[in-house]
Each structure stands twice: as C-alpha cells, then as structure tokens.
C-alpha cells in the first residue's frame, strides 16, 4: 500500500520561505511520476510542480519562486518555496502516479501571512 507523509508547513511571513517534504512507501518510486497540487479554500485543487524523471513542470505563478526536487534514495520528494505570498496560503498535498496507482497524501496547511 502506498502511503505519502508530507511535512514542513506553517505560518510564514510574505517574503519569505518553506520546505516541503513528502516521504514515500510502498512504491517503485525512482519510477513515479511525483508532484504537489494545493487547494485553497472555495477553490479547485490545482497543480503546482511535478517531477517526472529528470523534467519538472510547474504552475505560471510559481515559476522562479518554487522548486520541486526528488531524493531517490530517500523516497522523498520536496518543495523549496520562496518569495511566498498570500495567495500562496492553501492545503498543499502530495501525489504519487505510476500506472495504474494515483495516491495523495494527507495534506498539509501552508498559510502565508503578517
């Protein structure tokens, strides 16, 4: 079974920074095409990075400001967010894809504000 621990959310201040972690089990995970969506409340949850092999994606509003980066001999992937803002605020997740397999983690909150 396939299981996703994010951490590494809070409160922070406009300007500033968060790492986000995802460590995860029960998947071929060097394999897995990994990538962290958010939602804000009242809105769709959208994609914000994804990292596939060596090609990563990401979202236009976060482009320069976020980066999403993998350790495969950790099973981790991350995501260094810079310069945050307060439309940035939203439960951030974790998502893993490989075949036929589609897991989330369980969320967590990244609030950006003074």
């Known amino acids: 079974q396939v299981q996703l621990v994010e951490s590494g959310g809070g409160l922070v201040q406009p300007g500033g920074s968060l790492r986000l972690s995802c460590a995860a089990s029960?998947?071929?995970?060097?394999?897995?095409?990994m990538g962290w969506y958010r939602q804000a409340p009242g809105k769709q949850r959208e994609l914000v990075a994804i990292?596939?092999?060596?090609?990563?994606n990401y979202v236009d509003s976060v482009k320069g400001r976020f980066t999403i980066s993998r350790d495969n001999a950790k099973n981790t992937v991350y995501l260094q967010m810079n310069s945050l803002k307060p439309e940035d605020t939203a439960v951030y997740y974790c998502?893993?894809?490989?075949?036929?397999?589609?897991?989330w983690g369980q969320g967590i909150q990244v609030t950006v504000s003074s």
């Open positions: 029960g998947i071929s995970f060097s394999r897995a095409t």
């Open positions: 990292s596939s092999g060596s090609i990563t």
């Open positions: 998502n893993a894809v490989l075949g036929v397999i589609n897991s």
